[in-house]
């Protein structure tokens, strides 16, 4: 489409091809070096994605539902069936869109940030942060929105049909209108809207089609005059630009036009030049749109700012390169096929993005490379390559900027060319020549030098280089104005480098070390540190540049200034995980100066860690300290901050330095241990008892026992408080016996007394008990009798019984805690120590007196004593228990005083009643009477002590303390039934008759008997009567009951009309005797009839039932007991004419309709005149089919309800009948019915002639369709699809006239279905089925021209010509290969084997894989020369390359260097080199084998060599040889060597030679009496015995010349004797004079040079300086010497009769 007067474009269309990057060609390498610059590419254009391979629908990929407002985010708007979503595809992480469920308008995101703003089909507008998920702000406008835009990071542009409005992010602001539309606008679609930067100049942009072509129409807008202007374009742009003389960039507006007169491109300058600007000089060029591109028109235009270019899209897909400032058009050429609809600033490349309608996001940018190369050689333009160039610091004018230089140079304009020179882009000449032929112009007077202005204008344009920094600072440093250097080092102005900071040391040192910093020279930069004094900086320095100095060296001289600045630099050398130094070394630089203070400092800081490691460095600290410093040793000891060093040495020299708690830590051998420890007066207590807890338990008893041993009195105490301690883990029978041992009781009782309150061990408390005894602590004694629970209390009670202790009370303790109560009275009494029993029963424990006096009386004590003891403790024990002492002994009648007289104080306690009316009882005095009205005692008990000696008195106690069962049980067990049957009539408790009438009960009888004709003929309480019923019907007796009952309600007049006893009796006998039912039914009245006759119907009496509805005339319910339970229709039929009510009748029908009596079912409805079940009687009567009978039904219904059913069914029962022309007139008129429905039922039902009515009534078209179609009218029946305009209905009639075989009309309803899509395959499957082949495409190919023709139409046409046309494919293939399913469609033809056409669909799928497998598995069909290599090239499978090398050696061999050329990019040559060696046809590739062998490969290297040899083309060997080194020189030398040939022996010695292999090269040439190359070769050598050996070769052989001119030849290497010597014993003097005239010339030289340095040497030996100080002098701390230590004789360290040493260090 273009032409280089165009911008040299390139007719091909990039994205077409499948382009994925136009890269500038000037890249590449080999043979395309070779190719005319015509062909270098200015841009370089990049396929980033393709939307429909990330899931995106092609349908919504347009301007209206795709927005991409930046190069980060492309947003499109969706529909998934019925829901819309919002896909949002992040371009840096573009396998991962986002996908939302938003519904709305316009969607456009944040140009930066994951912000995304709505519009939806109102005037509604909302911000949401994706992120965050929060909304950000919302507003709702007054005017729709017709377009809008993010014009900045915060700002929305909102355009309505009358005004453009900015929308603010920040705040609660609301949009802000900023102009009005112009009415040149009117009517355009807006397509964009721009800004300047500072938003100071607005430009909307629309487009309209007039007159055939598309019109734009833009209206720019400024903001500070508030006026607007209406331009004519259709693309725009605006750009901040700066002119080269500008100070400040210039505001530029850029708009392309395509009018009827041509396009033009405007670039001009808006608004107000800046101050001190020069206006931008308008420009208007002409834009070149191709013949064949007449309709194309400009669409979007970016600014390139990095590059200073314009970018141009146009409709149809082409890129326009336009230079900014002065419009000359750079290139143009057709990057897309599809319009490029949206595009955005490319910010990473300064170039412009966008996207087409295939879904491609492409990018088009400068190539760097190659634009200035383009600009001079293709445009022929070098001043705007020049421009270029300078302004975007662009490679490929160097020889421009270098001959402009030498121009203004050579006239001596010497400003000028300083201003070339420095502007001259990559710093091309700023070089060292350039500053020397400056340095080489004289200055002028009054002017500055050259030189200087130079170095100005490099100043002012930035930093200057390596080389210029050092010429520049020399001459400053010179004058002294060092002021001048620091402030350029401030400002960056110079590179700084090693000879920079040598240059500045000598002026500032400090200065210099900034220098050196900045320059990254660590030698210089710690020299520098050291020389200064900041030791501290060194490390830091160090770590950061990853230097690494003699650390060691460092110290040494650090610690020799200053201490103190040692301890911190050796500090800092061990700070780091890995110390920078030994620290073994570093302790032996402290020792040296005998630094223990400072070395222990460093050793504590640097052994921190604790590591194992470092045990030898811990002992080493620790045996100093404790030799100069025992306290400091302590400390450390103390803080336990070690644990790797030698203990044992250390616990000696602890001993020694008089440390014995440390070197009791350190020692594990127990001599050692006992040694130490029994000096407990050295010792602290406390530590010494934690000491024993490291201990094992031997050798803890060991040294308790030895403490014991040495000094009882003064150990005594801590070996109790160790045994308190540790007696867990020593054992406490240990302990117990090492005391013991001692006979040490005081111990023992202190030991023991101690663990006494937390041991459970027996032994210990009786130990203990057993010591305080000894010991006298008897208040100890009594304490641990009366708490602990743990000791053996029997063997305790002898102890103490044995030990006769002036006080019992401990025993006493002891014998009541543990029960041994018994024990103490005997032993107290037979010892005569009674006062001790009152005491006890006083004082102790009063609740024993029972016990006690029980004792008593066993050892007859006299009764006074008893009685007088009882007295005494009064209130505080158990009567109960006392009465039990005394009862066993029968010895009760002791009490009767004390009782009488605590009753007659008032007592109600009930043991004292219960024992005085045992006394009663046995003594016979009244006792019943006081049993009826003593309401104090226990009436179990004393009934429980009647039982056996009366039971008329237990049934009196039973009775009154209603003790039931106990009562019960008496009664039982001594006949007493009448008194039992009274009591549980009285007591009226339900649980206690069913205990009693359980049928395991022997008694139950002769009870019931006693119940029946005593109980309840004394008793007139109705509720006893009732709980007595209760019992028995509870306990299931119910022949019992009905005795009861007919004994109750029968015979007894008080309860003969109560309701429930009459419902109870008949139940009873419904539950047990049915045969005396109906008979309690007559005779009784009284009772509760339908809930009686329900309960008889559940036990299946249904007679009884009747007769008790027809009784108490309940009609309705007796006609339902006939019906339902005895299941006689006939009976109910005569009963219900005798009642004639209609309920009855209505219950009639319904069991009759059940029954499925349908006609007998409605005649009693209608007798009942009841439609209340209609919908019943409807689905009976469909069931039986009594239309006839339904229809008079359904006409009485109609009259009581206006039901829409009723009407419905009648209308289909109508239907049913047939009575067409009733139906008619009903459906005419006034109804209700569900016509539809009764339509789709006649439907169903194939009355296709009442349905035809019905349809009509209602106007459903779409069955009266299928209606028709039923009844063969199928030209009516395309009418009424059309009327229906229904996918179902025209998909039913289209079948049916083609199952008809009436094609014309089937075709004419296959039109309206192939559009859609879901149901093309039903109905391409339907004509198949039925062979209408012929049809179906005539169907689909007429389809084709249909205005929503869509890709499943394409793709099925071209299937169905695959299999039945397939002459027809390859052109329809061609013409629609766009529009079809290309994957559906390869499956058809590959299943038809149409080879060709497979490759074409491959082809445009972009899956060149399977075409290049294709076209090699079928070569006859599917093979095309040029196509083929066209393919080849795009597959993605390397692997392929070398099945098409296969396939070409069998199918085309001489083709075979054309496939290489084609895939030689893509290609591992070694593989190919190889593949074609196994074939042996290296000789047939030799072409492509040259082609590639500037890549050096080895593989391809050899082959050619090779080859060559093979050809015995010894040049061409020794071009391949010297152009191309990679390859094994070796093997191909020796194989060489063994040529016939004389030249490629040659070869071989050269070979021999580059491999450093001299004396074989040598050698072979010596063979070959090849001379000069062996002359030659030896000299290259550099070995002396080797070039000796020839020049005596050349001797034995007699040539004398080659003798002289090896002399000349190998003069370096050769030593003059050997020379000599040879020429003296051959004879030829003559041959090596002139090598020994040299020689003599030479060392003549070097003896008066020798002379003159020595001269020199003495008169600097005159000038005496003064020494430095061995830590200043320069570079000692890099110099490999170590210095010798000061002597104090001497003032500058060098001891006597030594000489002085170098000032540097350095022995020279």
């Keep these: 489409p273009g032409s280089e007067g165009q911008g040299g474009g390139v007719g091909r269309t990039a994205a077409a091809a499948g382009c994925r990057d136009l890269r500038g060609r000037g890249e590449r390498t080999g043979p395309d070096r070779h190719r005319t610059m015509a062909q270098i590419l200015p841009i370089r254009f990049q396929e980033h994605l393709q939307l429909q391979n990330q899931g995106v629908n092609p349908a919504n990929i347009g301007f209206s539902t795709l927005t991409m407002e930046s190069d980060k985010f492309i947003c499109i708007r969706e529909k998934v069936g019925d829901q819309a979503q919002v896909v949002v595809i992040d371009l840096n992480d573009p396998t991962n869109p986002i996908r939302r469920p938003i519904s709305a308008d316009s969607v456009i995101m944040n140009p930066a940030s994951k912000v995304i703003a709505l519009k939806d089909a109102g005037k509604t507008l909302q911000i949401f942060n994706i992120e965050m998920k929060s909304k950000v702000k919302a507003h709702t406008m007054v005017e729709e929105v017709t377009f809008w835009k993010w014009i900045s990071l915060n700002t929305v542009a909102l355009v309505t049909e009358t005004a453009v409005f900015h929308w603010s992010m920040e705040g609660d602001s609301h949009p802000q209108k900023m102009f009005d539309r112009h009415a040149s606008l009117a009517g355009c679609q807006v397509i964009n809207y721009r800004t300047d930067l500072q938003q100071k100049w607005l430009l909307l942009i629309g487009i309209s089609a007039q007159q055939n072509r598309v019109v734009g129409a833009m209206q720019l807008y400024s903001v500070d005059r508030k006026v607007s202007q209406p331009i004519e374009g259709h693309a725009a742009a605006f750009a901040d630009f700066k002119l080269e003389e500008n100070p400040l960039p210039s505001t530029l507006f850029c708009f392309a036009v395509r009018s009827q007169a041509g396009g033009k491109l405007h670039i001009i300058e808006v608004g107000q030049p800046a101050a001190g600007n020069q206006p931008f000089t308008k420009r208007a060029v002409d834009v070149f749109f191709p013949p064949e591109a007449q309709t194309d028109f400009p669409v979007a235009m970016q600014i390139g700012a990095k590059y200073g270019v314009i970018y141009l899209i146009t409709k149809y897909g082409y890129i326009h390169l336009y230079d900014l400032e002065s419009g000359a058009c750079i290139y143009m050429n057709r990057i897309s096929a599809e319009t490029i609809f949206v595009t955005a600033p490319h910010e990473p490349t300064s170039g412009i993005i966008g996207v087409n309608k295939k879904g491609q996001v492409l990018s088009v940018c400068v190539e760097e490379e190659n634009i200035v190369n383009y600009t001079t050689n293709v445009l022929q333009n070098p001043d705007l390559a020049l421009r270029m160039a300078v302004r975007s610091n662009l490679a490929g004018a160097e020889e421009l900027f270098a001959r402009k230089f030498n121009t203004l140079f050579a006239q001596g304009n010497y400003a000028e060319a300083a201003k070339v020179a420095a502007s001259a882009p990559k710093g091309i000449l700023r070089t060292p020549d350039t500053i020397r032929k400056f340095q080489t112009v004289p200055a002028q007077p009054g002017q500055a030098s050259p030189l200087l202005q130079y170095f100005g204008i490099l100043l002012d344009q930035g930093q200057l280089n390596k080389y210029e920094s050092l010429e520049l600072c020399r001459p400053v440093l010179q004058q002294g104005r060092k002021q001048l250097l620091e402030k350029w080092l401030k400002e960056d102005k110079l590179e700084c480098s090693e000879e920079l900071g040598d240059l500045v040391k000598a002026a500032d040192p400090t200065l210099a070390l900034s220098v050196y910093l900045r320059a990254s020279v660590p030698n210089k930069v710690i020299q520098c540190f050291a020389e200064t004094g900041q030791f501290q900086k060194i490390v830091l320095y160090a770590k950061k540049v990853g230097y690494t100095p003699d650390w060691v060296f460092l110290l040494r001289n650090v610690m020799r200034v200053s201490p103190d600045q040692g301890l911190q630099f050796a500090q800092m050398l061990v700070q780091d995980e890995e110390p920078l130094a030994n620290i073994s070394q570093i302790v032996d630089i402290f020792m040296e100066n005998n630094l223990i203070q400072q070395c222990t400092s460093f050793l504590l800081d640097a052994l921190k860690n604790n590591r194992p490691s470092e045990g030898h460095l811990q002992t080493r600290l620790l045996e100093m300290n404790l030799i100069h410093a025992p306290q400091v040793a302590d400390a450390i000891l103390g803080n336990q901050m070690f644990t790797h060093y030698d203990r044992a040495h250390i616990a000696q020299l602890c001993e020694k330095a008089g440390l014995l708690q440390r070197a009791l830590e350190h020692y594990t051998d127990l001599y050692d241990i006992k040694r130490a420890v029994v000096h407990t007066h050295l010792l602290n207590p406390e530590w ?107 063997r305790v009670k002898n102890f103490l019984k044995e030990a006769k202790l002036t006080d019992q009370l401990p025993l006493i303790i002891v014998c009541d805690r543990f029960d041994f109560v018994h024990d103490l009275v005997l032993y107290l009494y037979r010892n005569n120590l009674q006062k001790y029993i009152e005491i006890y029963v006083q004082k102790v424990n009063p609740s024993r007196l029972p016990v006690v006096v029980g004792g008593l009386l066993d050892v007859d004590c006299s009764e006074e004593v008893i009685k007088n003891l009882i007295n005494v403790v009064r209130g505080q024990f158990s009567t109960d228990e006392l009465v039990g002492e005394v009862e066993k002994r029968n010895r009760l009648k002791l009490l009767l005083p004390w009782l009488e007289s605590r009753i007659h104080e008032g007592c109600e306690e009930p043991a004292t009643h219960n024992a005085l009316a045992k006394i009663y009882i046995d003594s016979n005095n009244n006792p019943e009477r006081f049993l009826r009205e003593n309401p104090f005692y226990d009436s179990s008990v004393v009934g429980k002590y009647c039982e056996k000696r009366d039971p008329h008195l237990a049934c009196v106690a039973y009775e009154r303390g209603q003790c039931d069962l106990d009562l019960i049980k008496v009664c039982n067990e001594n006949s007493l039934f009448k008194s039992e049957a009274r009591y549980l009539v009285r007591r009226r408790d339900p649980e206690l008759w069913a205990s009693v009438l359980e049928e395991n009960n022997p008694f139950r009888r002769q009870l019931i008997d006693q119940v029946v004709q005593t109980a309840l003929s004394e008793t007139q309480d109705p509720e006893e009567v009732s709980v007595t019923v209760k019992a028995f019907m509870t306990a299931d007796l119910p022949n019992e009951l009905i005795e009861l009952l007919e004994k109750i ?33 007559n005779r009784l009245d009284n009772y509760d009839a339908p809930d009686i006759a329900n309960i008889a119907i559940s036990n299946e009496l249904f007679e009884e039932a009747f007769a008790i509805f027809r009784k108490f005339d309940v009609n309705t319910s007796a006609v339902q007991v006939l019906i339902e339970h005895i299941g006689n229709l006939d009976r109910a039929y005569e009963f219900a004419e005798r009642c004639n009510e209609p309920a009855v009748w209505s219950q009639l029908a319904r069991a009759q309709l059940q029954k499925d009596l349908v006609k007998e079912a409605i005649d009693s409805y209608i007798k009942a005149d009841d439609p209340s079940a209609y919908m019943e009687v409807v689905k009976a009567a469909n069931k039986n089919n009594n239309w006839e009978d339904l229809v008079k039904f359904l006409q009485m219904a109609k009259k009581k309800a206006k039901e829409s059913y009723v009407e419905t069914e009648l209308i289909f029962a109508l239907a049913k009948t047939n009575r067409l022309s009733e139906l008619e007139e009903f459906v005419n008129g006034p109804n209700n019915a569900h016509i539809q429905q009764v339509g789709d039922r006649c439907y169903d039902d194939g009355m296709y002639d009442a349905a035809k009515l019905l349809y009509n009534n209602v106007s459903n078209f779409a069955r009266l369709a299928s209606t028709l179609v039923h009844l063969g009218e199928y030209q009516a029946a395309v009418d009424s699809a059309r009327k229906a305009n229904s996918t179902r209905t025209w998909k039913e009639v289209c079948f049916a006239c083609v199952d008809g075989q009436e094609f014309r009309l089937a ?71 766009s529009r079809v399913n290309i994957p559906k469609v390869l499956r058809a033809a590959e299943q038809a084997h149409l080879w060709a056409e497979l490759v074409f669909l491959y082809d445009k799928y972009e899956e060149y894989d399977n075409a290049v497998i294709t076209m090699m598995n079928r070569p006859t069909d599917a093979w095309k020369e040029g196509l083929y290599k066209d393919i080849i090239a795009k597959v993605a499978n390397v692997e392929l390359y070398y099945k098409a090398l296969q396939f070409y050696l069998d199918f085309k061999p001489l083709l075979i260097n054309d496939l290489l050329m084609v895939l030689s990019p893509r290609l591992d040559h070694t593989r190919a080199v190889t593949f074609f060696s196994k074939v042996d046809q290296l000789q047939l590739i030799k072409p492509y ?53 004389i030249e490629f022996r040659r070869i071989a010695a050269y070979l021999y030679k580059g491999n450093n292999r001299w004396k074989q090269s040598v050698e072979l040439c010596k063979k070959d009496r090849l001379y000069k190359d062996a002359m030659q070769y030896a000299a290259e050598s550099k070995d002396t015995e080797l070039s000796e050996k020839l020049l005596q070769w050349f001797l034995e052989e007699g040539k004398q010349e080659c003798f002289a001119s090896c002399l000349f030849t190998c003069y370096d290497l050769l030593r003059p004797d050997v020379v000599l010597e040879l020429s003296w014993r051959h004879n030829i003097m003559d041959f090596a004079m002139p090598y020994f005239i040299q020689v003599m010339r030479e060392y003549l030289s070097k003896v008066d040079k020798l002379d003159a340095s020595d001269n020199l040497r003495k008169d600097e030996e005159q000038v005496t300086e003064p020494a430095p100080l061995a830590f200043g002098q320069h570079l000692m701390l890099t110099s490999g010497s170590t210095p010798v230590p000061p002597q104090p004789a001497y003032a500058y360290g060098y001891p006597a009769g030594y000489p002085a040493q170098p000032a540097y260090g350095f022995n020279m």
């Design 688 to 794: 010494l008892v934690n000491y024993f807890g490291a201990l094992s338990v031997e050798d803890s008893l060991e040294c308790l026992r030895a403490m014991l041993s040495a000094n009882i009195r003064q150990n005594l105490q801590l070996c109790v408080q160790v045994a308190s301690k540790y007696h867990e883990q020593l054992g406490t029978q240990s302990l117990v016996e090492l005391f013991e041992s001692f006979k040490s009781y005081e111990g023992l009782f202190y030991f023991l007394g101690s663990i006494v309150n937390f041991s459970q061990e027996p032994d210990v408390h009786f130990k203990y008990i057993q010591a305080a005894c000894k010991t006298g602590q008897i208040k100890e004694v009594e304490r641990i009798c009366r708490e602990s629970n743990c000791y053996d209390s029997d």
């Design 1049 to 1081: 309600v029968l015979d007894n007049n008080v309860f003969s009309e109560h309701r429930n006893l009459q419902n109870l009796l008949i139940l009873t006998a419904i539950k047990a005797d049915r045969t005396r039912v109906m008979e309690y039914i």
């Design 1307 to 1377: 075709q004419i309803c296959g039109m309206h279905i192939v559009i859609h899509a879901d149901e093309l395959e039903e109905l391409i499957s339907y004509y198949q089925d039925r062979g209408y082949f012929e049809d179906l495409i005539a169907l689909l190919e007429a389809a084709l021209g249909l205005e929503r023709a869509h890709m499943g139409m394409f793709t099925e046409l071209a299937i169905l010509y695959s299999k039945f046309k397939p002459q027809k494919m390859r052109e329809h293939l061609e013409l629609f290969w």
């Design 1489 to 1541: 084998l040259r082609s590639v062998q500037n890549h050096n490969n080895k593989s391809v290297n050899e082959a050619l060599n090779n080859l060559l040899t093979e050809e015995e083309d010894y040049q061409g060997l020794r071009t391949s040889i010297d152009a191309y080194d990679n390859f094994d020189n070796i093997t191909l030398a020796q194989r060489l060597e063994r040529h016939e040939l």
